[in-house]
């Protein structure tokens, strides 16, 4: 079935870095989401994007955080700086529509992000 | 508030025996409730396992069933045969008709199978 790709799979970076986390959706999707899943916690939505935007995001989505999709290229979550709370496991989905009832999200198999 | 309430694992079942992994919701913000299951193979992405839109109905995959009960505010998952490629990580979502992507997701089962 269409993959979503995530790369890497995990990350290790120091506290007040920046670190961008690349999402390859599936080619012809048009909408795109990060979900964060801390560490024995459940999996919870941060945005979503489309048509370069930000159409919704969380409250778990603060200033320091950014989405973009240049070209058509990777979708990215940057995290500028980065703080300790921010070590989780971060999920890229994409959907070929998204105000379209139970649309069927693809999700990546996520990165791993360690902030020391 | 809106959240996902699933069965708390690990759990184990043998091979060709039954089984049920609960899920309840609330949804006092979502007009329009959507569930979902979602299933994650060890090494891979959450891929959607079954969904159903509409109270009452339900949806069934590769041998797994889920009624939607509005009354009961449940969702349970199960299947009445089980197979050792079934072992996984189970998660129970609730989702808004009318909101793009945004899922509420339970804290995930994962289950083993005892061949």
């Known amino acids: 079935g269409p993959k979503v790709l995530q790369i890497p799979s995990h990350q290790i970076i120091d506290m007040g870095q920046m670190v961008t986390l690349n999402c390859d959706p599936v080619?012809?999707?048009?909408?795109f989401y990060w979900y964060k899943q801390i560490l024995g916690q459940q999996m919870e939505f941060l945005v979503n994007?489309?048509?370069?935007?930000?159409?919704?995001k969380s409250k778990l989505f603060k200033d320091q955080f950014s989405v973009e999709r240049p070209d058509g290229s990777y979708f990215t979550l940057k995290i500028q700086p980065t703080a300790l709370e921010d070590s989780a496991v971060y999920f890229c989905a994409s959907s070929l529509e998204g105000g379209q009832s139970a649309e069927t999200l693809y999700f990546g198999s996520g990165t791993r992000l360690t902030v020391l | 508030g809106d959240s996902v309430t699933q069965t708390e694992g690990p759990v184990t079942v043998s091979e060709s025996e039954s089984l049920i992994i609960n899920c309840t919701y609330s949804?006092?913000?979502?007009?329009?409730?959507?569930l979902f299951w979602y299933v994650r193979y060890p090494g891979e992405g959450l891929q959607l396992l079954l969904k159903?839109?509409?109270?009452?109905q339900k949806g069934s995959s590769r041998g797994f069933e889920a009624t939607y009960n509005k009354e009961t505010t449940s969702f349970h998952l199960q299947k009445a045969s089980v197979q050792e490629s079934d072992s996984a990580v189970y998660y129970c979502a609730l989702g808004d008709r009318y909101n793009q992507g945004k899922l509420i997701f339970g804290q995930g089962t994962k289950l083993s199978i005892k061949p």
């Open positions: 159903v839109i509409t109270a009452g």
């Open positions: 949804a006092t913000s979502i007009a329009y409730p959507n």
């Open positions: 080619s012809n999707h048009l909408y």
């Open positions: 994007f489309y048509n370069g935007k930000v159409m919704e």
